[in-house]
């Protein structure tokens, strides 16, 4: 009797789910041939061969070696399983183990250690292992990376089409192969690296974003990986984060717009017909991930539904509206509730009320987190039925084959409806379909030409340029003067690690110092542009080779002391090693004290210093700030950053770069720039313009000097009173009053004077980036529609209110008028 309850509950909700989406028009338009190519593709599928669309595994499963940590839950991982593991490795001398597990770090490191180990062995498929995962569990994804590290295109091709030739062969149905090539071809070796997520958001230029995506998707289509997992659009909101820099900044419409542009240069403009040079994106993470009560990844957020509807939601509507075709989802749990069990937030505002039909992938392994972890589950095959009929189509699982096992017992015993099963089997078929792999799953390098090229390079090394924020400049001493002699000192002078960040060849970024030996240093590009005769390299401090990514060596401060006595110049390299995840995890946010020590004593020499923050996250520097003459923010560049900071201190390129986030200056005192109005938290806020903040801040969201200047006037807007169906324009005057060319990223933000919800102090409505001669004057227009001005009220529904609202633009301010208040009775507006 149960069991029939629970089937008439599914079929009821099938019912709803299909009146629903018949209400709104498809996020993508349905393409009826490939529908019916899907329908009678189902018919002939076994439950066997639905359940294993579902399964998406690691690489790993596959390889012809020995995976030590395979088979083991980390959650129930004894001392003795571990011990056994470092005999084998012969690592006891440096993990030696008692009786208790060791630390969350010294497992890292030791992880770390075996995969390096392992990583020396060529990668070869094991036929026997493919056998059992394809062709009797009729697998149909495949994620990760060989041996944890970049493989070459003609390597990734030779595995790719083995495992599509055993697919095709075993179910017809070929495998979607996922890969996080999150910042160009992040584990593809010899291809294009661009600046990580957070640089692309300073750069405020919605070209560059989806022209850094379009390439990323060419030269990953070169490796025949048809799936990628971004973009990462969660919002960087608390900069204890450790993966802030993943993320566009804090803004929700930031985020936004470079995530539809970002979608739209992996894909292309049509989804239903991705085109053999770009790749599916994967949106993630699906979301409320940036905002964590207590800072660390992966744990619990406490999220209104005012915010996550009025801003978390915002990125992910607008790239599903674009087109995208998946969307992998967050970790944690919000509010008491896993992400990966909540039907409201997976079924119904993103399939029903939106009525999207892409696929809904987990994250890593994160199904078993629900018994493991946040015990809403008793065990495995419980975790699995909340989470498929919650919503989720394919589990990331990664290791363990039970799933498939589980779930087919979950839908012969009626615990889930096999319409849910075919729901989900719909969705990831209709993406490989999409996807053109059922006529071609593989793809052959040699059309590929450009991989790699210096046309890719050149666009990679643009967007350094323009990412990079120029935070302070006293008396102008910069550009530098040329044939002057320059100390290049700090931690992160001489190392491609810190310029890229995690993701880069590998997970922590650990290989970028081995494997992008061909590009450049900040080092190596200053003695390139300024000569060798006007370098001196004494670093002063160093971090750890092979600890944690945190770790200093004993620091050798006066030897850079004493270097800096025959220079003009002091250019330190400061800030964070690379990391991701969980790893990344701090428990201070200011710099470490060598750091702040090596600038210190730099700072006595009386030679001036220009502090370059090479960091993914704002650590505190507010001791160190007022020693500095000059400040440059260069967060994670990429490959071409060093070329990109010299050519912005040589002055042969101008700053244009703006922060997509706040810079704290206190611990205590962290903060957004869309603020309550009661969040008096200091004194007033100093910027390039004062937007009346009355919190202590070291520099605001949007903060960004240059070599000239630039001057607004003349702010108007045709419709000084609107309703919400009406299009404001407005249009402002920007002169480049200073001596070089440069350009401007041009913010519009809003003021909603009275509420009946407490407004925020303003918010970002629209942007544009202008270039100007020195003396020239541009009108530039932003636009924006009277129901972008809505916000989400108490009862969660969007409200836009009679009333006014002031427009800021620079330092020009005009004001509007609604005349009509309006409620919106559907979830989105």
Same mark, same amino acid.
Request: charged letters at 25%; glycine letters at 8%.
């Given at each position: 009797?149960?069991?029939?309850?629970?089937?008439?509950?599914?079929?009821?909700?099938?019912?709803?789910?299909?009146?629903?989406?018949?209400?709104?028009?498809?996020?993508?338009?349905?393409?009826?041939?490939?529908?019916?190519?899907?329908?009678?593709?189902?018919?002939?599928?076994?439950?066997?061969?639905?359940?294993?669309?579902?399964?998406?595994?690691?690489?790993?499963?596959?390889?012809?070696?020995?995976?030590?940590?395979?088979?083991?839950?980390?959650?129930?991982?004894?001392?003795?399983?571990?011990?056994?593991?470092?005999?084998?490795?012969?690592?006891?001398?440096?993990?030696?183990?008692?009786?208790?597990?060791?630390?969350?770090?010294?497992?890292?490191?030791?992880?770390? +250690? &075996?995969?390096?180990?392992? !990583?020396?062995?060529?990668?070869?498929?094991? =036929?026997?292992?493919? *056998?059992? $995962?394809? /062709?009797?569990?009729?697998?149909?994804?495949?994620?990760?990376?060989?041996?944890?590290?970049?493989?070459?295109?003609?390597?990734?091709?030779?595995?790719?089409?083995?495992?599509?030739?055993?697919?095709?062969?075993?179910?017809?149905?070929?495998?979607?192969?996922?890969?996080?090539?999150?910042?160009?071809?992040?584990?593809?070796?010899?291809?294009?690296?661009?600046?990580?997520?957070?640089?692309?958001?300073?750069?405020?230029?919605?070209?560059?974003?989806?022209?850094?995506?379009?390439?990323?998707?060419?030269?990953?289509?070169?490796?025949?990986?048809?799936?990628?997992?971004?973009?990462?659009?969660?919002?960087?909101?608390?900069?204890?984060?450790? +993966? &802030?820099?993943?993320?566009? !900044?804090?803004?929700?419409?930031?985020?936004? =717009?470079?995530?539809? *542009?970002? $979608?739209? /240069?992996?894909?292309?403009?049509?989804?239903?017909?991705?085109?053999?040079?770009?790749?599916?994106?994967?949106?993630?993470?699906?979301?409320?991930?940036?905002?964590?009560?207590?800072?660390?990844?992966?744990?619990?957020?406490?999220?209104?539904?005012?915010?996550?509807?009025?801003?978390?939601?915002?990125?992910?509507?607008?790239?599903?509206?674009?087109?995208?075709?998946?969307?992998?989802?967050?970790?944690?749990?919000?509010?008491?509730?896993?992400?990966?069990?909540?039907?409201?937030?997976?079924?119904?505002?993103?399939?029903?009320?939106?009525?999207?039909?892409?696929?809904?992938?987990?994250?890593?392994?994160?199904?078993?987190?629900?018994?493991? +972890?946040?015990?809403?589950?008793?065990?495995?095959?419980?975790?699995?039925?909340?989470?498929?009929?919650?919503?989720?189509?394919?589990?990331?699982?990664?290791?363990?084959?039970?799933?498939?096992?589980?779930?087919?017992?979950?839908?012969?015993?009626?615990?889930?409806?096999?319409?849910?099963?075919?729901?989900?089997?719909?969705?990831?078929?209709?993406?490989?379909?999409?996807?053109?792999?059922?006529?071609?799953?593989?793809?052959?390098?040699?059309?590929?030409?450009?991989?790699?090229?210096?046309?890719?390079?050149?666009?990679?090394?643009?967007?350094?340029?323009?990412?990079?924020?120029?935070?302070?400049?006293?008396?102008?001493?910069?550009?530098?003067?040329?044939?002057?002699?320059?100390?290049?000192?700090?931690?992160?002078?001489?190392?491609?690690?810190?310029?890229?960040?995690?993701?880069?060849?590998?997970?922590?970024?650990?290989?970028?110092?081995?494997?992008?030996?061909?590009?450049?240093?900040?080092?190596?590009?200053?003695?390139?542009?300024?000569?060798?005769?006007?370098?001196?390299?004494?670093?002063?401090?160093?971090?750890?080779?092979?600890?944690?990514?945190?770790?200093?060596?004993?620091?050798?401060?006066?030897?850079?002391?004493?270097?800096?006595?025959?220079?003009?110049?002091?250019?330190?390299?400061?800030?964070?090693?690379?990391?991701?995840?969980?790893?990344?995890?701090?428990?201070?946010?200011?710099?470490?004290?060598?750091?702040?020590?090596?600038?210190?004593?730099?700072?006595?020499?009386?030679?001036?210093?220009?502090?370059?923050?090479?960091?993914?996250?704002?650590?505190?520097?507010?001791?160190?700030?007022?020693?500095?003459?000059?400040?440059?923010?260069?967060?994670?560049?990429?490959?071409?950053?060093?070329?990109?900071?010299?050519?912005?201190?040589?002055?042969?390129?101008?700053?244009?770069?703006?922060?997509?986030?706040?810079?704290?200056?206190?611990?205590?005192?962290?903060?957004?720039?869309?603020?309550?109005?009661?969040?008096?938290?200091?004194?007033?806020?100093?910027?390039?313009?004062?937007?009346?903040?009355?919190?202590?801040?070291?520099?605001?969201?949007?903060?960004?000097?240059?070599?000239?200047?630039?001057?607004?006037?003349?702010?108007?807007?045709?419709?000084?009173?609107?309703?919400?169906?009406?299009?404001l324009t407005f249009t402002v005057d920007v002169t480049n009053t200073g001596n070089l060319s440069g350009k401007e990223s041009v913010l519009l933000f809003s003021s909603d004077r009275?509420?009946?919800?407490?407004?925020?102090?303003?918010?970002?409505?629209?942007?544009?980036?202008?270039?100007?001669?020195?003396?020239?004057?541009?009108?530039?227009?932003?636009?924006?529609?009277?129901?972008?001005?809505?916000?989400?009220?108490?009862?969660?529904?969007?409200?836009?209110?009679?009333?006014?609202?002031?427009?800021?633009?620079?330092?020009?301010?005009?004001?509007?008028?609604?005349?009509?208040?309006?409620?919106?009775?559907?979830?989105?507006?």
């Amino acid at each position: 009797m149960y069991k029939k309850i629970i089937i008439s509950i599914a079929l009821l909700g099938l019912v709803w789910s299909a009146s629903a989406q018949s209400r709104v028009a498809p996020a993508i338009p349905r393409d009826k041939q490939m529908e019916q190519q899907i329908e009678a593709l189902l018919q002939k599928m076994t439950l066997d061969e639905k359940v294993g669309q579902m399964t998406e595994l690691a690489i790993d499963l596959l390889q012809k070696r020995n995976n030590p940590f395979a088979g083991l839950n980390p959650q129930t991982m004894t001392v003795n399983d571990l011990k056994k593991i470092i005999r084998d490795y012969q690592l006891e001398k440096d993990f030696p183990l008692e009786n208790e597990m060791p630390s969350q770090e010294m497992m890292m490191a030791l992880y770390q +250690r &075996i995969q390096a180990v392992e !990583g020396a062995k060529e990668f070869q498929l094991d =036929e026997e292992k493919l *056998e059992t $995962v394809i /062709g009797q569990y009729k697998v149909g994804s495949i994620l990760n990376v060989p041996n944890g590290v970049a493989q070459t295109p003609e390597k990734w091709q030779e595995i790719i089409q083995r495992i599509q030739e055993k697919s095709m062969e075993a179910i017809g149905i070929p495998c979607v192969y996922g890969v996080d090539q999150i910042h160009g071809t992040t584990y593809t070796l010899g291809g294009t690296l661009f600046p990580q997520s957070i640089n692309m958001g300073a750069a405020f230029n919605r070209e560059l974003t989806r022209e850094g995506a379009r390439i990323s998707a060419y030269e990953t289509k070169a490796g025949s990986i048809p799936w990628t997992y971004a973009p990462v659009t969660d919002l960087g909101r608390d900069p204890r984060w450790s +993966r &802030i820099w993943e993320s566009y !900044g804090e803004d929700s419409y930031l985020n936004a =717009e470079m995530g539809r *542009e970002s $979608v739209l /240069g992996f894909q292309g403009d049509n989804p239903n017909r991705i085109g053999e040079n770009s790749v599916a994106a994967c949106m993630k993470h699906y979301m409320g991930y940036g905002v964590p009560v207590s800072g660390k990844d992966r744990t619990p957020s406490s999220i209104t539904v005012q915010d996550m509807r009025e801003k978390h939601f915002a990125p992910f509507l607008e790239m599903v509206n674009a087109g995208a075709l998946s969307i992998m989802v967050n970790s944690g749990i919000n509010n008491g509730l896993p992400f990966h069990a909540n039907h409201e937030l997976l079924t119904e505002w993103l399939k029903e009320d939106l009525n999207w039909d892409g696929v809904i992938v987990t994250d890593w392994a994160d199904i078993n987190n629900l018994y493991t +972890r946040d015990r809403i589950a008793k065990d495995k095959k419980e975790a699995i039925k909340i989470a498929i009929n919650a919503g989720i189509d394919m589990s990331m699982d990664p290791y363990d084959l039970n799933f498939c096992t589980l779930l087919k017992e979950l839908v012969e015993e009626g615990e889930v409806a096999m319409s849910r099963i075919d729901d989900a089997v719909r969705r990831v078929l209709r993406m490989k379909f999409r996807l053109n792999l059922f006529e071609k799953p593989y793809y052959d390098l040699k059309d590929f030409p450009l991989f790699g090229s210096d046309e890719h390079a050149a666009v990679a090394l643009k967007a350094a340029e323009e990412s990079l924020v120029l935070l302070k400049n006293s008396d102008n001493i910069l550009p530098l003067a040329a044939g002057k002699k320059i100390l290049i000192t700090g931690p992160n002078a001489n190392s491609m690690r810190t310029l890229n960040g995690g993701w880069s060849y590998s997970w922590q970024g650990d290989k970028a110092d081995e494997l992008a030996v061909g590009h450049n240093t900040i080092l190596e590009s200053f003695t390139n542009k300024f000569g060798a005769e006007n370098i001196t390299y004494e670093p002063g401090v160093t971090y750890k080779q092979g600890g944690l990514w945190h770790e200093e060596n004993a620091p050798e401060i006066e030897k850079a002391v004493v270097a800096a006595a025959n220079v003009d110049y002091i250019i330190a390299a400061i800030g964070e090693n690379s990391y991701c995840e969980t790893p990344g995890n701090l428990t201070n946010l200011t710099l470490s004290q060598n750091q702040l020590d090596l600038v210190a004593a730099l700072a006595r020499t009386g030679k001036p210093i220009i502090l370059v923050l090479n960091e993914g996250r704002p650590r505190l520097i507010a001791d160190i700030e007022p020693l500095a003459s000059a400040i440059v923010h260069v967060m994670l560049p990429g490959n071409y950053g060093g070329d990109a900071l010299a050519n912005l201190l040589a002055g042969d390129v101008n700053f244009s770069g703006k922060l997509p986030f706040t810079y704290p200056k206190e611990i205590n005192s962290l903060i957004t720039y869309d603020y309550k109005p009661s969040e008096h938290i200091g004194q007033q806020m100093e910027g390039a313009y004062n937007y009346d903040a009355q919190v202590s801040v070291q520099w605001p969201f949007g903060y960004g000097l240059s070599y000239t200047t630039f001057e607004y006037g003349d702010l108007k807007v045709d419709r000084p009173e609107f309703a919400s169906d009406d299009e404001l324009t407005f249009t402002v005057d920007v002169t480049n009053t200073g001596n070089l060319s440069g350009k401007e990223s041009v913010l519009l933000f809003s003021s909603d004077r009275v509420a009946s919800l407490t407004p925020d102090v303003r918010r970002l409505r629209a942007f544009e980036k202008v270039a100007l001669n020195p003396g020239e004057t541009k009108t530039v227009t932003l636009k924006l529609k009277g129901a972008d001005l809505a916000f989400v009220g108490y009862d969660g529904k969007w409200i836009l209110e009679e009333g006014d609202f002031r427009i800021q633009v620079g330092d020009q301010i005009v004001d509007i008028i609604c005349t009509d208040t309006k409620k919106w009775e559907t979830p989105n507006r």
